[in-house]
C-alpha cells in the first residue's frame, strides 16, 4: 500500500509558540491531503481538506486562522498550529489519496502528538 | 451530517475465537472504509466497500456490506493477539460520496488473550 509519512511523531512546545508538522507522500502523488485530529480516547475529526495549488477548506468549528495549511507540492502538506495553547493538545493525523489509482483508497501517516505546556 | 455507530464499543475475546463488528449508518454509504488503529499511532488501511452486498477478504479478516448500503460488518476468524487495536469505520461524508472527507465511527477496542 502507499505510505503516507509525518513529522515531527511527537512535539512539545510552550504555549504562544507555532509549531509546524508536514504531512508527505513517499511513493505517490497527491493532490489532496485531510488533516484529522483525535483526543485522548475519542475518534478522529475532520479539520481541513488541502488542495494541491489552492487554499484549504476547513470544517465547521475549525479557525483558518489558528490552523494554516500549505499544500506546496503533489506529496506535501504542512499544518502549522499558530499561538498554540494547551486545548490545542491533541493527536494530529493527515491522510491522502493517490491520484492515479482507480480505487479510492485512503492512507493515513502515523500522526503527530503535540503537547502544548 | 452522517453519523456512523460501532457496536460492540470493545470486545475482549480469547484466541482462536471469531468475533464480529459492526457499523452503523444514518445516511446511504456510498464508500465505507476499515481501518486499525494501535493507540497513540496511524490508521492501518484494511478495506474499502462502495457497492451494495460487496464482500472484501483480506487473510483472516472479511467486511461487508449490506445491500441497503447502512451497515457494514467486519468480521475476523480465528482471532490472534497480533488483531488487537482499535478498529474504525470511516465513511465518505462529501456530497458526492467520493470526495475523501471521512466520518468515522467512535472505534472497538479489542483484545485478544492468548
Known amino acids: 500500500g502507499a505510505v503516507v509519512s509525518q513529522h515531527p511523531s511527537r512535539v512539545i512546545c510552550k504555549s504562544g509558540t507555532s509549531v509546524k508538522i508536514e504531512c508527505r507522500s513517499l511513493d505517490f502523488q497527491a493532490t489532496t491531503m485531510f488533516w484529522y485530529r483525535q483526543f485522548p480516547k475519542q475518534s478522529l475529526m475532520l479539520m481541513a481538506t488541502s488542495n494541491e495549488g489552492s487554499k484549504a477548506t476547513y470544517e465547521q468549528g475549525v479557525e483558518k486562522d489558528k490552523f494554516l495549511i500549505n499544500h506546496a507540492s503533489l506529496t506535501l502538506s504542512t499544518l502549522t498550529v499558530t499561538s498554540a495553547h494547551p486545548e490545542d493538545s491533541s493527536f494530529y493525523i493527515c491522510?491522502?489519496?493517490?491520484?492515479?489509482?482507480?480505487?479510492?483508497?485512503?492512507?493515513f501517516g502515523p500522526g503527530t502528538r503535540l503537547t502544548v505546556l | 451530517s452522517q453519523e456512523l455507530e460501532q457496536s460492540p464499543q470493545s470486545l475482549i475475546v480469547q484466541e482462536g475465537k471469531n468475533l464480529t463488528i459492526n457499523c452503523t449508518s444514518s445516511k446511504t454509504l456510498y464508500g465505507l472504509y476499515w481501518y486499525k488503529q494501535k493507540y497513540g499511532e496511524g490508521l492501518i488501511f484494511l478495506m474499502m466497500l462502495q457497492k451494495g452486498g460487496e464482500e472484501k477478504s483480506h487473510e483472516k479478516i472479511t467486511a461487508k456490506l449490506d445491500e441497503k448500503k447502512q451497515q457494514s460488518s467486519l468480521h475476523i476468524t480465528a482471532s490472534q493477539p497480533s488483531h488487537a487495536g482499535i478498529y474504525l469505520c470511516g465513511a465518505d461524508s462529501g456530497p458526492r460520496g467520493f470526495e475523501g472527507k471521512l466520518t468515522f465511527g467512535q472505534g472497538t477496542i479489542l483484545t485478544v488473550h492468548p
Open positions: 491522510s491522502a489519496r493517490d491520484l492515479f489509482r482507480l480505487v479510492n483508497e485512503q492512507f
